[in-house]
């Protein structure tokens, strides 16, 4: 992963460039690649595509960000240029869209959205933001949120010894979820931090802090696991 995503960010280097105009506007370059990516992410499930092949894809993204996080304006850069490239919303509707609940492939989605992020990243907050109050569809991304702490609630107060496995998995899960709301509304972002509070745009909505103080509540946070 780490050799296809630094092969994609350093694609246009192995071309020398030449002097004349007309062949150089044939050069592929990165966004060029990052382009196709994004297109076969958004369209896998009607593709037909490996839900294999998608999550590691999604993994060498995220990597592409991942590997500069020391350097905070290289790491700004690449989260704008993905966000240009219209990857923030992408991925919004690729988690809304996945009917199975699957844990893996959900986990890598909210993992790869913490990423695009970090920081407290406000263009991508700001695209978040416009594409929330502009796609009445986006209800769907808060009813997947809901569903899923929902799910986590049930889970955690289940006693039963059947489930511990399936618990820590999607605890794990649930961390991701509640860090990426997190970072939705990082650096005070009030126009996240109240559209989450109420969906002002939507048909129905979500109380997610309330669901957030249940999920917390159901983790019995003691003085062990704090």
């Known amino acids: ?66 590997n500069v996080q020391d350097d905070e304006e290289e790491m700004a850069e690449r989260q704008q240029m993905l966000d240009r490239l219209n990857a923030t919303r992408i991925f919004i509707v690729l988690i809304w869209d996945e009917k199975n609940d699957d844990n893996e492939y959900l986990f890598h989605l909210f993992k790869f959205m913490g990423w695009l992020l970090l920081g407290g990243n406000p263009v991508g907050q700001k695209t978040i933001y416009e594409f929330f109050i502009s796609n009445s569809a986006s209800e769907k991304f808060f009813r997947k949120a809901n569903d899923l702490i929902l799910k986590e609630i049930a889970t955690m107060n289940s006693s039963s010894r059947r489930t511990m496995n399936i618990s820590k998995e999607i605890s794990q899960l649930g961390m991701k979820l509640l860090r990426l709301l997190q970072l939705f509304c990082e650096g005070h972002n009030l126009d996240l931090q109240n559209y989450l509070r109420y969906q002002t745009h939507s048909k129905n909505n979500y109380d997610l802090i309330l669901l957030t103080t249940k999920l917390l509540s159901s983790y019995k946070i003691n003085d062990t696991n704090f």
């Open 1 to 66: 992963m780490n050799v296809l995503s630094d092969s994609v960010m350093n694609f246009s280097n192995a071309f020398v460039e030449s002097e004349e105009r007309e062949l150089r506007e044939f050069f592929i370059n990165t966004e060029d690649l990052l382009l196709k990516f994004l297109n076969f992410l958004e369209f896998w499930i009607q593709k037909k595509a490996s839900k294999k092949s998608v999550i590691f894809l999604i993994k060498a993204l995220s990597r592409i960000i991942k």
